[in-house]
């Protein structure tokens, strides 16, 4: 009987992964996995390095140590830029580009998953009819929703979400879990930071609590 074959690797793997500000660690030597298909909860209060946890493993810091793997190959910081999406605090939009304008410079920058259209996109994002709106005359909400959009553009499979619902009502929590259940049924996968406010997206979820550390004395 032949062997089986053997598993795929985990989507991203990370080992020993750890960050220290002014020689202070901030979280780590950390250790997990995520898989296609699944959703990694982030869970902490202010100060306990949810952000920075993603914005390290979305190469946007320097001085993180560890090691990171996705799709079993080591990837380093400048090489994970290009192969996840970040989804930060603050939408990242040039104020005076309308909605389409700041997707199609954002696509052109960051790329564009094959398939889906711009004006489509800013439909499931519930922003049809603001296609031409600047983005400084768009409500927190509807700039959430624009920067939402983009992720839906991205053909990134890794989503790395930093506190996905603020400024959303109760119908963009929705779309974003919406969004979430798509990415990771096609085979994508997730890590979404939280307070602890919002359910988890109804989608395969593992939990990981980073502790706040004490100042030392």
Same mark, same amino acid.
């Given at each position: 009987?032949?062997?089986?074959?053997? @598993?795929?690797?985990? $989507?991203?793997?990370?080992? =020993? /992964?750890?960050?220290? %500000?002014?020689? &202070?660690?901030l979280?780590?030597? +950390?250790?997990?996995?995520?898989?296609?298909?699944e959703?990694?909860?982030?869970?902490?209060?202010?100060?306990?390095?949810?952000?920075?946890?993603?914005?390290a493993?979305?190469?946007l810091?320097?001085?993180?140590?560890?090691e990171?793997?996705?799709?079993?190959?080591a990837?380093a910081?400048?090489?994970?830029?290009?192969?996840?999406?970040?989804?930060g605090?603050l939408?990242?939009?040039?104020?005076?580009?309308? @909605?389409?304008?700041? $997707?199609?410079?954002?696509c =052109? /920058?960051?790329?564009? %998953?094959?398939g &889906?259209?711009?004006?489509?996109? +800013?439909g499931?994002?519930?922003?049809?009819?603001?296609?031409?709106?600047?983005?400084?005359?768009?409500?927190?909400?509807?700039?959430?929703?624009?920067?939402?959009?983009?992720l839906?553009?991205?053909?990134?499979?890794?989503?790395?979400?930093?506190?996905?619902?603020?400024?959303?009502?109760?119908?963009?929590?929705?779309?974003?879990?919406?969004?979430?259940?798509?990415?990771?049924?096609?085979?994508?996968?997730?890590?979404?930071?939280?307070?602890?406010?919002?359910?988890?997206?109804?989608?395969?979820?593992?939990?990981?609590?980073?502790?706040?550390?004490?100042?030392?004395?």
């Amino acid at each position: 009987m032949p062997d089986a074959p053997p @598993a795929p690797a985990p $989507l991203i793997d990370v080992r =020993g /992964l750890g960050f220290a %500000r002014d020689d &202070v660690p901030l979280f780590g030597p +950390l250790d997990f996995s995520v898989e296609a298909g699944e959703a990694l909860l982030v869970q902490g209060g202010n100060g306990a390095g949810k952000t920075t946890l993603l914005r390290a493993l979305a190469g946007l810091l320097d001085g993180a140590t560890g090691e990171v793997r996705l799709h079993g190959v080591a990837a380093a910081a400048a090489a994970r830029a290009g192969q996840v999406a970040y989804l930060g605090h603050l939408p990242g939009l040039k104020a005076d580009l309308g @909605a389409v304008e700041n $997707l199609e410079y954002l696509c =052109g /920058l960051l790329g564009r %998953r094959a398939g &889906v259209d711009i004006v489509q996109a +800013l439909g499931i994002a519930g922003l049809a009819g603001y296609e031409d709106t600047p983005a400084r005359n768009l409500s927190a909400g509807q700039r959430r929703r624009l920067a939402l959009a983009r992720l839906w553009l991205s053909p990134a499979e890794l989503w790395l979400l930093d506190e996905p619902y603020a400024n959303l009502d109760l119908p963009g929590i929705e779309l974003v879990n919406r969004m979430v259940r798509a990415h990771l049924d096609a085979g994508g996968a997730a890590l979404v930071t939280t307070h602890g406010a919002y359910a988890a997206p109804p989608v395969r979820t593992r939990l990981l609590v980073l502790e706040r550390r004490e100042d030392p004395a």
